[in-house]
């Protein structure tokens, strides 16, 4: 049968399978409408799956190509910065980059890419310090449950910062979902630069008055405390919370402590893989990279630039152009009361004082900039490039980007401030089990339930609610979610 026969019925079938509800409701002469908007039409679901039935073409014709010539599936990991400057090859164009960063990002890594190092070649379960550990083969291997690069389930947990051997010397962290990672990331800049200017115009009110000058700390209506500026150029910050003393606002990684898609991605390839950036191994840290006796080979693996910058900026284009989650409130008309009820009740126990439904972008435009060539950033619009569904300027993730203190209960046994965590975005919530940051939550009143420290009052008061009203807010929760899309699985 010929693809586009293939292709043909599967279209059919999801028009079917999809249109379901539509259909059972009509028996029962109760129409229930399509959860979010309007409903698809036969032509969008025909694209859909013929998007899905060539995504899943091209990934079994790469199989076989990597089969028969092994090493070009490696390709991904060698795009040359200069090349993306200049436009060669096309990879200028948006569309260009995603493939190829959807390409690294599924990319299974193998010796000959330079997976691990000299003496370490195959998985631990445990990381080793700073150095991490080898506990994948592939980003599209944890970031998979619900769907493309969504969460991890309990089997992908990465224990990190610890021994090498004992997983009791670790901390454990859950895979997060990746969905509208790069609304967040664009988010918290325009955050930094609103911090940094005002730090920038106290430090010139103190030094033009010869005064100690105080300033609040706010960016976007969230409060990071407060600075001192004095005249001599001394910038007091006891008073700063909620984000580190350069006032960089980091969105990425549990505790908050990554600022851009390409240190994130960069620092995973790392750890999860020993998979070293051109980048990276420019600079001299043999805690993090070893100390092999060739600079631009620290791992000492004999495998060189097995990262290359171009491919930084593919795969961080790649993650800024997928898709937001979405809310799909329930359509059964009791569910629906139920939603609504859950809504108002979200806020009056406190929960969006630190979960804000929605912050605002000032620019819809990201500039991706190169580390080192000094060309012309990628310019992506976040509203209208990429994976759909996109978001507005007013993105409601949930989340007021920062970090806070969560009490001893959910501290991590290792490391400093190891109650502080950031903020989760709460958007795609329903699709993300197990919950919290070392996935101890299998459910979403128990991550609610094992909340402190600054979460303490809103906790309290859910545990206080009602059964009925805890189910309300449960059912309001569950409305965050990701789009449907008919997907072929493997």
Known sequence: MSSRGLTTRVASAARLVLGLPLLLAAAEDTPIPWPSGEAPTDAALDAWVLGATEKASLDRWEAFLEAVEPGESSESLRIIQSEIDSGLYGLGDLAVLFRWGDGLFEHTFQLADGFGDRDRDRLTRVHD????????????????????????????????????????????????????????QALAAEMTRSLSALRDT??????????AVRTALVAKGVSFGAITASPDGHVDTSEVAGVDPDLVVKPFGWKGDVSRLRRFAENAARIHFGIQSQVLVATTDPAR??????????????????????SLT????????????????PHDPGLRERWARGSATFDAIGCGSCHRRSLTLESTYWREAPDTTGAEPVLVNLLSDGEAPRSTAIVGLFSDLRRHDLGPGLADPHGDAASHFLTRPL???????????DGRAATIPDAIAAHGGEAAGPRDAFLALPHDAQVDLHVFLLSFTRAPKPRIAP
């Open 129 to 184: 310090g700073e150095r991490g550990g080898l506990d994948t083969y592939s980003c599209a291997g944890c970031h998979s449950a619900s769907g493309p690069n969504g969460s991890g389930l309990e089997t992908a947990h990465a224990f990190v910062h610890g021994d090498g051997v004992r997983l009791s010397s670790a901390n454990v962290r859950s895979a997060p979902s990746l969905l509208g990672v790069g609304l967040v």
């Open 202 to 211: 106290a430090m010139s009110d103190a030094a033009s008055t010869g005064q």
């Open 289 to 310: 990279l070893g100390d092999g006796p060739l600079w631009f080979d620290p791992d000492d693996d004999g495998v060189f630039h097995e990262l290359t910058e171009g």
């Open 314 to 329: 593919a795969v961080a284009v790649y993650l800024t152009l997928l898709e937001a989650p979405v809310m799909l409130p």
């Open 427 to 437: 958007w795609g919530l329903a699709d993300t089990a197990p919950y919290l940051h």
